[in-house]
């Protein structure tokens, strides 16, 4: 389509969402890329840039000079403004902020630059609508329809005191319905959860969907009004969280994707497969301290290591999964002791099953009653075992501060086949008498 | 606490947010749950209901009577209310129906439950807020005070034609900003994103998200206003859909907390590890099949199975891990060739750096350089193919129509320790030339 009809290609984005646009301009080359957001007009170009790949975007900016780039910044809320700036080359930084025309804008979106990414002053915006406690409600109306204008989605009215703190809040249901003498003093709601520009963006996402929040307010240390943080934001923040720990889980560090080179998934993925190797070249050397077993014609017992660390491997994700997730969502009550004893109770229960199931097979294929008693009462202690691993690392990291989500996935198998391997062995010969 | 200072009590939580109060309940006993609920009144209580766990909520439902559980359920939003009603008992929801006062609360709430739980039917609230094209802005407010009674928060106000069919939005602050006399008409805007009852809950969850939307209006078949979605729904959507495909990656099927019963864990457990069992007991039969290997001194072969059988079952998960999130996020492009042919390239360039290392360490610890890069070999191309299988299973099983997520754990390791195995033994044979 990219053959310059720039008339009609104009025309055709202007029924498209910005999203979509976004989307398309994913597919693009590059090149077609630029070309399309140069064409169009920077109100719309903004959000678009503003949607798209990180990667796309560098990109497409490298070619726009600091001056058009400005431009896209002018039309942005202060947080995507300020998200976009962060990513900027240092060296242009300067020039794109001095070329920005309102001046208010700039110094709210340097303002923003300067809070870690992950923390609520990352996340919020400038843009909201507050009021003075001693406005009457008519002066509030005039001033909200000014502020408003700059505030894509008004959700709250805060109410503020005469220092700019946080006092309260309003909804705009209640100023529909009271009369305009009154005063704000009087009308406002004292009671409004906040978190501070210092608070994880992870705590923020909690607070919010714990309380149903749409919009919450952030304070600096002293109580001053800031900013205010959208739910949209934060439904953001909870993708990315479950995709990170989804990836944890299946060996993958970084937020990778699907699409990015080849590279970079090896990075991503090379470490914990090593960690694996690690693992294995560790059963390795167990099972060659148990050698002597082959000789003794107990070679079979060898045969069914794969089954074993398959086995505590499983057992130990699914453990190390329940805690990870009961922590995640902040669910886990009672002490590390009785989950132990829960775990330990299920592995059992779990075990028991499944190694009178394994004692049947070995018996029937072996005709060997008191091997298939070995291997089956070995299952059952690996179980436990890997059971018993897979609730306490979690629990462990989490208490000394490290994400417990890295525990779910090759950290867990890995030491499992270990543990499990050398359980395994140890109490076949035990009951066997070798 | 609970011992009967009912003044001082009721005192306390009047200073607490029902979420926290939910909180507290799930911490405390069944009974010492339901005597709270009985003592606070019911304005406050149907939140807490409706925030509470379900199996809580539901053995306290049990010792209240028709006419509380009416009152509690007049109090909520009809989205809320249809949730508990569903999880009533069939015999008693007639009654506790009947008994609430709001003939049209009720109408609304039965309306709700004829609709699946994992549609937008099930996800929407009736409370809306909507105006006829041809009322003017004057109507239209006092019309929207008198709806916006109902509705804790108001989003968008829609614009509906005489036969109730959406016709557009109008938001509240152009509201604000136009003269009285204004017919909705002139003013309302006409592009309005909507979902219709039969969408599925993940599908409205992406379109929210994509489009920054807070509330979305859903039609019927016929293009009628039925209900409006909020995104704090939302929310509970996307935390759930994260926390399935997570359990599923770990192997635990059904939605289970760490604090549910060891009977309902292991049920969601169980059959995962069966899973796991019959592919061990797979592993063993082939390990068996090359058997006359052990006589002919290559004992040592066996002892790195557990080692094979880990980096087959780590790559698959991290492949299909990438495959199943792609999926989910909708943002995997290209053809199932080509995404097999970038995940050959990249379990090559794994699996050689890691095959080098393996080489080594053979070649050192055993001193005999054949059976070093014998074993490394395979090691290559057990990688190679598990990754293959990992990126393959998931895109087939999304074709199929099939929840790709089920593809990542147990499903993918257990079928990648058995193929693993055997390619490994196959090569090793091969290029021992025995």
């Not at 990836?247 to 699907?258: H, S």
């Amino acid at each position: 389509i990219a053959d310059k009809k720039n008339a009609d290609l104009r025309l055709m984005m202007k029924e498209f969402h910005y999203a979509d646009i976004a989307e398309i301009a994913e597919e693009l080359t590059k090149d077609e890329a630029t070309y399309l957001i140069k064409l169009l007009d920077s109100e719309k170009t903004s959000d678009i840039l503003a949607e798209m790949d990180e990667d796309l975007r560098e990109s497409i900016l490298k070619n726009l000079s600091a001056k058009e780039i400005a431009g896209e910044l002018e039309e942005l809320d202060t947080d995507d403004a300020a998200d976009i700036v962060s990513e900027l080359p240092k060296d242009i930084v300067q020039e794109v902020i001095s070329e920005i025309e309102d001046k208010e804008h700039a110094k709210d979106i340097v303002d923003l630059l300067r809070y870690d990414e992950d923390t609520a002053g990352g996340l919020m915006a400038k843009e909201l609508v507050k009021v003075k406690e001693n406005w009457n409600v008519l002066t509030c109306v005039k001033e909200m329809r000014a502020q408003a204008e700059n505030v894509t989605r008004v959700h709250s009215i805060y109410v503020v005191d005469d220092e700019d703190k946080l006092k309260g809040r309003l909804s705009l249901k209640d100023l529909l319905t009271t009369s305009t003498k009154t005063h704000i003093k009087d009308v406002y709601i004292s009671k409004v959860d906040y978190v501070t520009v210092n608070e994880k963006s992870e705590e923020v996402a909690k607070i919010m969907s714990k309380y149903d929040l749409e919009a919450i307010p952030v304070v600096d240390e002293i109580g001053r009004l800031v900013g205010r943080i959208t739910i949209d934001d934060i439904v953001d923040v909870i993708r990315e969280e479950a995709d990170k720990d989804y990836q944890l889980a299946a060996g993958i560090t970084q937020d990778v994707e699907a699409d990015d080179s080849i590279i970079e998934l090896t990075r991503a993925r090379l470490p914990w497969l090593f960690l694996g190797l690690i693992g294995g070249i560790g059963a390795f050397i167990i099972m060659e301290g148990f050698e002597k077993i082959l000789a003794q014609g107990y070679a079979i017992l060898f045969l069914f290591t794969p089954l074993i660390a398959a086995m505590a491997g499983n057992v130990g994700v699914q453990s190390s999964a329940i805690i990870v997730q009961g922590l995640a969502n902040d669910d886990l009550k009672g002490s590390i002791n009785k989950r132990l004893v829960k775990e330990m109770l299920l592995a059992t229960l779990n075990g028991i099953v499944l190694a009178m199931f394994l004692l049947l097979f070995v018996w029937l294929w072996t005709k060997e009653p008191q091997l298939a008693l070995a291997i089956s009462i070995s299952l059952v202690a690996v179980i436990i075992v890997a059971g018993l691993i897979g609730t306490f690392v979690p629990l462990f990291l989490d208490k000394r501060g490290i994400d417990p989500a890295i525990a779910t996935g090759p950290f867990i198998t890995t030491s499992n086949d270990i543990f499990g391997i050398l359980i395994y062995f140890w109490i076949a010969k035990l009951v066997l008498g070798i």
